[in-house]
């Protein structure tokens, strides 16, 4: 179902600055609301297939009404990225990977994708609404990339990383999603997916 074009978003709209991006801080209960229920019908129906009108109503919202918290379907749904990136690093912070450096980087990016493929209907949409929002229009896009850099730079264990430090775990991250996205469209299987992101840690990250 397409949804209508939306009105102009207002300068007060809470998301069209980029949110905190320190772990912990609580959103506001309406936008917490949005985003879990937002999370429940793409990952049934992916996101072509969800209106906006949809998921006001879950919470007692018209379409206008999420407008003026969320000023596009986009914005809405690179939101519900950044809340799956938030939980990776929870994850990460109950149970660290082992050990440092390239190992653990693997480690994580192994757990990221088990985690994104149990659910490839909410995976697939994801990635590609985040894939072709503008950072400069959706800021929380940027926010996506900048805390994924920071959990790896973080489980390798690198306080102080330099340019080419940044350089090859940025390069790792574009690689890693190209990987996700070929086995969510079935061209590869989940262990050459495993494979694949192994030898792309032992290839990238050996100076780290």
């Known amino acids: 179902m397409n949804s209508p074009t939306p009105p102009s978003p207002s300068r007060s709209a ?43 109503a879950a919470v007692g919202l018209t379409g206008p009404a999420v407008y003026r918290y969320f000023p596009s379907k986009t914005h809405l749904f690179v939101a519900v990225m950044v809340e799956q990136i938030d939980q990776i690093r929870d994850n990460l912070d109950r149970r660290p990977p082992a050990g440092q450096g390239p190992d653990a980087i693997y480690e994580v990016l192994v757990r990221a994708t088990r985690a994104l493929l149990r659910r490839p209907a ?22 996506v990339d900048r805390v994924f850099h920071q959990i790896l730079l973080e ?39 495993e ?10 990250l050996t100076r780290l």
């Open 14 to 56: 809470p998301i069209s600055a980029p949110r905190d991006e320190k772990p912990g801080r609580p959103l506001e209960p309406r936008v917490e609301q949005l985003i879990a229920e937002a999370t429940a019908l793409f990952q049934d129906a992916g996101y072509r297939n969800v209106s906006v009108e949809e998921i006001g």
């Open 122 to 143: 909410l995976s697939t949409a994801m990635i590609q609404s985040n894939s072709t929002a503008n950072a400069a229009t959706v800021p929380d896009a940027g926010k």
């Open 155 to 193: 489980a390798a264990g690198i306080e102080n990383p330099s340019e080419d430090d940044s350089t090859a775990v940025r390069l790792m991250m574009q690689l890693w999603l190209g990987v996700i996205q070929s086995c969510l469209n079935g061209r590869i299987s989940i262990p050459d997916a």
């Open 195 to 204: 494979s694949d992101i192994r030898t792309a840690c032992d290839l990238l």
